[in-house]
């Protein structure tokens, strides 16, 4: 069989894969993109986006419930066609994906995209349908899929997963969700809000992968108030006629449909990994330098959610450009990584930003945090639940994370984590404008709580107005 020669193989099509074809084309490399399954980001098919679209759905019309308060008649006759709404995800989800092939795939010749799925014989040297390619380099983006036990699988289509939801075209009466991290905890509160009986499981005991404290529980309270939250165990599933029955410790539910949502994991069956000639995890992944992706001194990369370490659309892409730009010029150049940015869609909006709680030097950090419940613009949306945590270095007064569950978190998070990118103060955030009425108030007044508990404060020049009691 004859080998084909290009200066840069990439295997998956994803978010990772084609920010790494970019940088081959940017560069100038002869290049191949290979992708087995189905085409199209995890994100558009069955991740961020069509998860949004159904919550989007829920969010309204579970906010019915809020308008009679205000004063609004009929909100009680409002009803939903759960088929009709199931339609629109879809069609929203279709769209997204057409976009991303449009943009990237639909007009790419079959020497150039090879819908099909490779093995690494070597290294460098790929087979894949009956052809074999000789890469200067190669990056492997081939993603990751939902973890489902083998004995689960025994039930058919009762269990199903993120992968399966958005094809639904109905929803059953009852559904328990196993595993509450982001994407289980969001789709929970959905279907609830949709009308589905839900009942939640996780093993932790704790939620969207919450690590501290304070925030996990307010979570816990408030979308426990939504439908039941079982943690701490072991969910287990047994058979009960055409149901399941889904059981941990004293707690069951006898459901229609159970979401399997605990975990995804690497999609490198088949890939022939061991080739490389280097130590093999648990997962079958070599290790890697998550700051030029690279594979040992292999001409290897890894991007994307293969890694399963930042499982996050926008770290995939910056993943995909280093690999990318490493393998196409024949660098090894080591990239500094943004700051970590983690939002969960729930309502209220769970984030995190920067540092987390389990690496904090307790003893050197400074903590300021906010409750939603007197915010006055959190009052007036009927959203005045949760609490804002901040992490600060005593010492210095540098920002270093936080982790919160409020109304338009994504919005909060995102200033904060720009914040932190700058190496900004606590003080110098609280020289910046904050209007009136806002939910940015509220991090304001947990920075001026976290500014009473640290060391540094404002120095030098006029006085600041920040040195004023809050």
Same mark, same amino acid.
């Given at each position: 069989m004859s080998e084909r020669r290009v200066d840069v193989a990439i295997i998956g099509s994803g978010t990772a894969g084609l920010n790494a074809m970019a940088q081959a084309r940017k560069a100038g490399k002869s290049f191949v993109l290979i992708n087995g399954g189905e085409p199209g980001t995890t994100c558009a098919r069955v991740g961020c986006m069509p998860s949004k679209a159904m919550i989007q759905v829920a969010e309204d019309y579970h906010r019915r419930t809020h308008l009679g308060k205000y004063g609004i008649d009929g909100h009680e006759?409002?009803?939903?066609?759960? @088929?009709?709404?199931?339609?629109? !995800? /879809?069609?929203?989800?279709?769209? $997204? &994906?057409?976009?991303?092939?449009?943009?990237?795939?639909?007009?790419?010749p079959a020497d150039l995209f090879i819908q099909d799925y490779a093995r690494l014989l070597e290294p460098t040297l790929i087979e894949v349908g009956d052809q074999r390619i000789r890469a200067g380099a190669v990056v492997i983006a081939t993603g990751s899929r939902p973890l489902v036990p083998e004995p689960w699988k025994s039930f058919g289509e009762r269990v199903i997963t993120t992968d399966d939801i958005f094809e639904l075209d109905d929803l059953p009466a009852r559904m328990a969700v196993i595993g509450l991290g982001t994407i289980g905890l969001e789709l929970g509160q959905s279907l609830s809000r949709l009308g589905v009986r839900v009942t939640g499981f996780d093993q932790l005991d704790r939620i969207a992968g919450i690590q501290d404290p304070e925030v996990n529980a307010a979570a816990i309270d408030i979308i426990g108030k939504e439908f039941p939250i079982h943690l701490g165990q072991v969910a287990e599933i047994t058979?009960?006629?055409?149901?399941?029955?889904?059981?941990?410790?004293?707690?069951?539910?006898?459901?229609?449909?159970?979401?399997?949502?605990?975990?995804? !994991?690497?999609?490198?069956?088949?890939?022939?990994?061991?080739?490389?000639?280097? @130590?093999?995890?648990?997962?079958?992944?070599?290790? $890697?330098? @998550?700051?030029?992706? /690279?594979?040992?001194d292999l001409p290897v990369f890894l991007a994307g959610d293969i890694t399963t370490q930042r499982p996050i659309l926008h770290e995939a892409g910056d993943e995909g450009k280093i690999a990318g730009y490493n393998a196409a010029r024949g660098e090894r150049l080591r990239f500094r990584r943004k700051t970590p940015l983690f939002i969960n869609f729930c309502d209220p909006n769970i984030c995190a930003v920067g540092q987390r709680w389990n690496d904090l030097d307790q003893a050197g950090s400074a903590i300021g945090q906010i409750k939603l419940a007197p915010v006055g613009r959190a009052l007036i949306m009927g959203k005045n639940k949760g609490v804002i945590r901040l992490y600060a270095d005593k010492a210095s007064g540098k920002l270093l994370g936080g982790e919160m569950i409020t109304p338009k978190g994504e919005n909060l998070a995102h200033?904060?984590?720009?914040?932190?990118? /700058?190496?900004?103060?606590?003080?110098?955030?609280?020289?910046? @404008? $904050?209007?009136?009425? &806002?939910?940015e108030e509220a991090l304001q007044a947990a920075l001026y709580d976290l500014y009473g508990k640290i060391d540094a404060k404002n120095t030098g020049g006029l006085t600041e107005l920040a040195e004023l009691p809050g």
């Open positions: 006759a409002l009803t939903l066609d759960i @088929p009709e709404a199931l339609e629109h !995800v /879809q069609d929203l989800r279709d769209t $997204f &994906v057409d976009r991303v092939l449009g943009s990237s795939t639909d007009d790419m058979e009960e006629g055409e149901h399941l029955r889904v059981s941990t410790g004293a707690h069951s539910a006898l459901v229609d449909r159970v979401l399997c949502s605990i975990g995804r !994991v690497p999609n490198v069956e088949g890939l022939g990994l061991d080739c490389l000639g280097v @130590p093999l995890d648990r997962r079958g992944l070599p290790a $890697f330098d @998550p700051n030029s992706m /690279q594979v040992g200033l904060l984590c720009w914040c932190i990118e /700058q190496g900004l103060t606590v003080g110098e955030l609280l020289r910046m @404008p $904050f209007y009136h009425p &806002v939910i």
